[in-house]
């Protein structure tokens, strides 16, 4: 049964590395999902006059895309494939990790004095999850350029526009401009379900105003969205088909049963599977602890068996 909601998801503060806090919109208690995207963080704009910015040290991923984009500033990704890259705004870093890839991700020593941007994740389906890591980066992306509003296709199509990155589930990302007073219509799947979360200004969607908190999601049935900016606005406007598989998000880990996570754990601390990431100069950083008791796949609606 597919249905239009507009339902608000408030975001959380959490720490990223030494210098940088995120905010992080899903997943969260009631709402995991939207499509195949699992994880939303939204970092900035922070001043980087006096601080170093950035500095995640090698971590590992598994099950999952990682798609990065900035509004501002730049960040430095080096991965265990040997993958150098920084990334400024207007550019796509996806990287894909498979059964397994580490990486870091941290603001060069010469660098602009603001960050601000996004991370994503994408849940990966059998068997696609279990497949061989890969990154790729994508200079430029295809926008629809208006006077006074712009989109931008990070994945999948809209606007008549399609990106070139590759995944593996039907979604979509697009960024969304909107100068003072101006107002756009976007086409849409019905069978998708969508979000959008703010990313400077405010805008009017689906009946409300929605400012930098929280992400507004807006669940499946709509052919088209409407926006309107009261102020200059910025704002990423995310969906994809419901995701059907079960699965368990644990650390920096997805997968779909505990002996996954307990798995993919237990090679990053025996220093298996993952790889180093030449160049970064530091530590890795140590996976923390399993948890007393056992992992439970839940669906996209954070629904375990055993609450069905």
Partial sequence: MTRSVAELVAGRDVPLGRYTSVRRFLPDRDRRMVGAWCLVDRFGPDSLIALPGMRVPPHPHTGLQTVTWLVAGEIEHRDSLGSVQTIMPGQLNLMTSGHGIAHSEESPRQRPPTLHGVQLWVALPDPVRLGEPGFAHHHTLPVLDEPGRTVTVVVGELAGERSPAVVHTPLVCAEITLDAGRTIRLDLEPDF??????????????????????????????????????????????????????????????????????????????????????????????????????????????????DR
Wanted: proline share 10%; no cysteine; charged share 25%.
């Fill in 193 to 306: 379900e969508y979000a959008a979360v703010m990313l400077a200004g405010s805008a009017e969607v689906a009946g409300g105003t929605l400012g930098p908190d929280p992400l507004l999601y807006l669940g499946t049935g709509r052919a088209e969205l409407t926006l309107h900016a009261p102020e200059p606005a910025r704002l990423l406007l995310i969906g994809g088909a419901p995701f059907a598989e079960e699965l368990i998000m644990w650390w920096n880990f997805v997968g779909r049963s505990h002996d996954d996570i307990a798995a993919a754990r237990a090679d990053w601390a025996a220093g298996r599977r993952f790889g180093p990431v030449p160049g970064f100069d530091g530590d890795r950083l140590p996976a923390p602890p399993m948890p007393g008791g056992r992992l439970r796949a839940r669906d996209r609606n954070g629904r375990s068996r055993d």
